[in-house]
């Protein structure tokens, strides 16, 4: 059964910082690994999707990297602001196109 | 293109009673899926629908929670009856045939409180 874990499950920097959140798979097996942003009581937006023969995606500020015979991906997040208070989710895509989430890094920015 | 539109945004209900919540795909996707999203937990596959047949409902309380899929297009959710822990945000996503590709798509969410 695939897990998904992240961590930190909170972090807290000063605005300006670049930072990095960490996702972890326990089944190699997938096709592809979505990052995603929740604003708190709103639904996901999508943020990144690294396919399962690609190392790495770039959006702005954002990138994220992707490895899957460690299954490990990490979201880089540079220059950071207090808009990019959220939390942050990954979902990895397993067989029969199932999606299967970690519980999410909470960020927040201090200004 | 149109999002992934649910209604309603929030219920409060009392437990033991039975809601109902409703989902619209974004046009051509043949996936649906519901997840729960407990407060602090990243969501939980319920069910998946492609089409009208459902691929995927392990994870549904079947003794209390039903869903549907009319005609390949929308879907309603429903929980009858009700309990406390059943309180979490309920969302729904949908996908394309290249879903593997392109990733999926969620609606806002209905947060469901009961109490």
């Known amino acids: 059964k695939q897990e998904v874990t992240q961590i930190p499950a909170a972090l807290s920097v000063p605005e300006g910082e670049n930072l990095v959140l960490n996702c972890s798979f326990t089944?190699?097996?997938?096709?592809?690994l979505q990052w995603f942003r929740q604003d708190p009581g709103k639904g996901l937006t999508s943020l990144l999707l690294i396919q399962s023969s690609q190392r790495e995606q770039t959006s702005g500020r954002l990138n994220a990297s992707l490895d899957k015979s460690s299954g490990r991906s990490t979201l880089y997040i540079a220059a950071s602001q207090p808009g990019d208070s959220a939390t942050y989710l990954c979902?990895?895509?397993?067989?029969?196109?199932?999606?299967?989430f970690g519980q999410g890094t909470r960020l927040t920015i201090n200004p | 293109e149109a999002g992934v539109a649910q209604s309603p945004r929030y219920k409060i209900i009392e437990k033991r009673q039975s809601v109902a919540f409703w989902c619209n795909p974004i046009s051509g996707h043949a996936t649906l899926y519901w997840y729960q999203q407990i407060l602090g937990q990243g969501p939980k596959l319920l069910i998946q629908?492609?089409?009208?047949?459902?691929?995927?409902d392990s994870q549904l309380p079947k003794d209390r929670f039903s869903a549907e899929r009319l005609k390949g297009v929308d879907s309603t959710l429903k929980i009858q009856p009700a309990k406390l822990e059943d309180s979490a945000v309920y969302l729904c996503a949908s996908s394309s045939p290249q879903g593997r590709r392109v990733g999926y798509t969620f609606g806002s969410g209905t947060r469901l409180t009961v109490v």
């Open positions: 979902a990895v895509l397993q067989g029969a196109q199932k999606l299967v």
């Open positions: 089944d190699s097996a997938i096709y592809n």
């Open positions: 629908f492609q089409n009208n047949g459902v691929v995927d």
